[in-house]
């Protein structure tokens, strides 16, 4: 069953809220280095699944968490409208300010968010267990 293939799914940030959930003070960090990359305090949470799926042109299938913010990662390349998941938002590259890898991408139209790989971040909680 394909989910969130392009121009499918629309995934619309009007509904997008500011998570206040029982883990408000959970932080996330790169799996590579361990820096510490965004904060739960920051994600933003749609109606429906806490986790997107989207593919990319390719075929790649992504899982993304929205951060409103993203302090450890550094927007790269110039921001595209090409095949966006988010209509009207350009993307470019967010990669980790500590290892240079890839974290997801920056979404920016008026404001900016940020998409992250599910798998190339993980939470202190994960972290302690
Ligand atoms: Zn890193």
């Known amino acids: 069953m394909e989910q969130g293939f392009v121009g499918e799914r629309q995934a619309s940030l ?3 809220q500011v998570s206040a959930g029982p ?3 959970l932080k996330w960090y790169c799996v590579r280095c361990l820096r510490e990359v965004a904060r739960e305090a920051d994600r933003l949470v749609h109606q429906g699944p806490p986790e997107l799926e989207f593919r990319n042109p390719e075929g790649q299938r992504f899982r993304i968490l929205l951060f409103r913010d993203c302090p450890g990662g550094r927007a790269v390349g110039t ?3 090409l095949h966006s998941w988010f209509p009207g ?6 990669l980790c300010r500590g290892c240079g890898m890839q ?3 920056w979404y920016e139209a008026t404001g900016r968010f940020a998409g992250l790989i599910r798998g190339r971040i993980l939470s202190a909680l994960q972290w302690y267990n």
């Open 89 to 94: 938002y350009a993307w470019c590259y967010c």
């Open 79 to 81: 921001p595209s409208d």
């Open 23 to 25: 883990y408000a003070d």
């Open 14 to 16: 009007d509904a997008a």
């Open 103 to 105: 974290l997801g991408w």
